[in-house]
């Protein structure tokens, strides 16, 4: 059974104030007993500030971005060193707005992907079709040739057991616009079975695939009820704790089949 993974990306919002009671208000109504994995990814320069926050608490956080480099001279990046040494478990990668507002490649994903794992950490590798694309009926192309791309340049499949994918389709980041449960459910069976071919069936089997783009309280559920739907990447439902726990919850009436309770 995959543990469903709830993950919060704050992007670039909240002052120091807002992160902090944010983080206080994600401890106090979270516990170890959870049947979800919590994660938060804020900005940067608030790891540290949510390392002593989240202390003693099943939080997990990670970090948005991270340079593939090891450490040097590239002014502005930080390594993932770094990241390991602020208590980052996670880092996403290949997030869409990297892709377009910053031109990030899949073969620099990759290099990225490569050097995360081989810190111990946990990447979350973004993939997701444009709105075109989406038009067009290239979803499934689009997602897959991502996929190949990536791992064509990774050394080898092992990597493949050490990450998780996010399924997040770009014409539903941040519009409102979510996918339906049933377009979610196909594409990542798509991705679990790009996954058999490239890798190995029990390694597909274990990934996990979130979905991203739009998740809120009210769809939650739905998505959460698809046989390949892991998890969830929040975004800016992630920056309201109640919300985001809210979400979190619908995870755990999947695993219990119980009622939610507030
Ligand atoms: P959204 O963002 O939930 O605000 O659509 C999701 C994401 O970009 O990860």
Known sequence: MRRPLIAGNWKMNATRKQASELLQNIKVRTSYADPVEWVVFPPFVYLELTERELAYSPVKWGAQNASPFGHGAYTGEVSLHMLHDFGCQYVI?????????????????????????????????????????????????????????????????????????????????????????????????????????????????????????????????????????????VGGASLDADKFIRIGKCGFQQMENTAVTD
């Not at 377009?100 to 995360?116: G, M, P, T």
């Open 93 to 233: 990668l290949g997030h869409s707005e990297r892709r377009q507002l910053f031109r990030e490649h899949d073969h620099e994903i990759a290099d990225k992907v490569s050097a995360a794992v081989s810190m111990g950490m946990t990447p979350i590798v973004c993939v997701g079709e444009s709105y075109e694309n989406y038009q067009q009926g290239a979803t499934d192309t689009t997602v897959r040739s991502q996929i190949e791309r990536i791992h064509q340049r990774l050394q080898d499949n092992y990597v493949f057991n050490h990450l998780a994918f996010a399924y997040e389709p770009v014409w539903a980041i941040g519009t409102g616009l979510s996918a339906s449960a049933d377009h979610a459910q196909h594409v990542h069976k798509l991705i679990r079975h790009c996954i058999s071919e490239l890798s190995d069936t029990e390694v597909a089997e274990t990934v996990r695939i979130v979905y991203g783009g739009s998740v809120k309280p009210d769809n939650a559920y739905q998505l959460l009820a698809k046989p390949d739907v892991d998890g969830c990447l």
